[in-house]
């Protein structure tokens, strides 16, 4: 944390395991405050981290201290980068962002082709299945996974490209209607849109 503020600790008992608490800060400081100042901004960032090790102190007894450490303290942060998004009135502003790229689909068979975004096309994908007739999920997958045209589904599937467009547009309809009436599979799309869109 060389360079860096200091983060003050009250009533901390106990020094080996406030040794061992700053050894873990020593090491993931840099990369959890990389994360979040390409998230959000540098004085913001500061505070998210800070908030996460402060919370991480708190649990030290009972948190893992292998080295599923890292992943625990990645997993703090997305929720504290999705909260301050939501707590500054961001959150519906990347919903409509994720409802407008579910949106593209229906003109661009590659809209969520992106590398960044395969963590977000493969959730999506998997409530597809859910929720999906067998013979809807596999119009669905031709056009999200495999980025099929239509006409290439009509051939797949014998139908004319027309109809291919109509049921893909229907089973997408339920697709988003799953995802609004799920808030916690909602909040983990989005929190996933967010670390992957903002600059």
Avoid: C
Wanted: aromatic share 10%; glycine share 4%; net charge positive.
């Amino acid at each position: 944390m060389s360079g860096q503020k200091k983060i003050s600790f009250h009533n901390i008992s106990g020094t080996s395991q406030q040794a061992a608490f700053e050894a873990s800060v020593a090491i993931y400081w840099n990369k959890l405050l990389g994360i979040a100042t390409a998230k959000t901004n540098p004085h913001d960032a500061f505070d998210i981290v800070q908030d996460v090790l402060l919370s991480l102190w708190q649990k030290w007894e009972e948190v893992p201290k292998d080295e599923t450490l890292e992943f625990y303290l990645l997993n703090a942060l997305k929720f504290r980068i999705f909260k301050y998004y939501r707590t500054n009135g961001r959150y519906q502003a990347h919903l409509k962002k994720l409802e407008v790229l579910l949106n593209d689909t229906l003109e661009t068979p590659d809209a969520l082709a992106q590398e960044n975004l395969h963590g977000l096309k493969e959730t999506i994908m998997e409530e597809a299945l859910e929720v999906l007739s067998p013979s809807q999920r596999q119009l669905f997958v031709l056009r999200v996974k495999y980025h099929y045209s239509y006409q290439k589904i009509a051939q797949q599937l014998s139908i004319d490209p027309g109809s291919a467009r109509v049921l893909y547009s229907r089973a997408l309809k339920q697709v988003k209607a799953h995802i609004k009436a799920n808030p916690a599979l909602t909040a983990t799309l989005v929190t996933s849109f967010v670390l992957v869109t903002i600059p």
